[in-house]
């Protein structure tokens, strides 16, 4: 069995829309978009390491994170465990730092084929529940 990857990410919302950063090239699932965030060190809480990685490639402080999913999901490489957190608020403007593509799109208009496979579940719980 592969190593377990504990990872987060921010749904991060302002008015009726969500944050999307787009993966870089070279990147495992180059091209699709996803909610921010990344692998958890093994020193930090769930919600200090989606902080970090926060302010590490958008140059925001997020507040008010409330965790609204986990999902376990095997690629072929590697299986990650993701917890997804709600920001609904952040200090900040986001800025691509390390040159990925942002950009703000709402609920509504999400597409499950822009994202990997591991967030087709979170997409249905936001259009459903937010
Ligand atoms: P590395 O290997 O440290 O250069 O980093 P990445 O960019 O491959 O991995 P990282 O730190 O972004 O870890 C997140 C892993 O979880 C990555 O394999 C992609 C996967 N993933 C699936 N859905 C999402 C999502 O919505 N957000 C994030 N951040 N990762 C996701």
Redesign the pocket.
């Known amino acids: 069995m592969s190593e377990q ?1 504990e ?3 921010a749904v991060i919302r302002r008015d009726d829309q969500v944050l999307l ?1 787009q ?2 090239k070279g ?3 180059e091209g ?1 978009w ?6 958890v060190e093994s020193t930090e809480s769930y919600e200090e390491a989606l902080v970090r ?1 926060c302010e590490e490639e958008l140059d925001i402080t997020l507040e008010n994170l409330e965790l609204i999913h986990t999902v376990r ?1 095997e ?1 072929p490489e ?1 299986t ?1 465990l ?1 917890r ?1 957190f709600m920001a609904s608020s952040f200090k900040g403007e986001p800025k691509g730092l390390e040159g990925q593509a942002l950009k703000w799109c709402s609920i509504d208009d999400l597409q499950p084929d822009w ?5 087709q579940e ?1 997409i249905q719980i936001l259009q459903k529940e937010y």
């Open positions: 990857i990872v987060v990410a950063a993966r870089p990147k495992h699932l699709l996803e909610f921010p965030g990344g692998k990685e999901f690629y590697k990650v993701i997804f994202f990997p496979a591991a967030n979170v």
